[in-house]
């Protein structure tokens, strides 16, 4: 079933990629695996899914899918909260959700004494929705050059998650903003130049996200069926 799914949704991203004549490597899955067990996530890593994702630390740590399927990254795309950082440093390699600076040093200092460079995405909140985590897009330049300077942190794009919506079209002005944000930080020297990629688009809205330059679709119900 897995391998079904994946086909699928492999066509899918493809033909969204031609639709916006955009090269196919430069849109990767991140697997949301949040609830499933951990020999299904196991199944996706041996299918070469380059990313596995997770919502929350203590279920990443005790899910985490054995080096021996083959390589992946492990994402955090759940919120952070600032005392899991020690833990959420040493478990993953990249925090897609970084969202305020009191949360980037502590996860400076875990990375420093842990001796390893976590990259992080900085999570913006461009729907204004007060329930949903991101920096406000009025903060989040000057969260940016904070994080910048932090040694054992690396900035590698941007995240959203736009509100949900049936028709996924309604979701697009969203992505759409995101990838401005990205280019005008680059074009002004807020972002450097290798921190591109934009996490953006889940089941309902990733060929959407996809044409509008999104990098990395995090997807959980095409991949895995439905979450009971
Ligand atoms: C669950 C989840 C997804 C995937 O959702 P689907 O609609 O099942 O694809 C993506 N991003 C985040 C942050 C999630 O929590």
Redesign the pocket.
Known sequence: MIADNLNALRRKIERACERADRDRRLVRIVA?A?TQERAIVEEVVRADVPIIGH?YVQEAIKERPSTECGHFEYHM??HLQRNKSRKAAETFDVIQTLDNLATAEALDHAASELGKRLGVMIQINLSGEPQKSGIPEADAACLIRSVQSLKNINILGLMT?PPFYDDPDAARPFFHRLREFRDNYIANGILVGSAIELSMG???DFEVAIEEGSTLV?????LFGP?Y
């Open positions: 949301a949040k919502n795309i759940g998650m889940m089941t309902g995090r997807i959980g119900t095409a979450r």
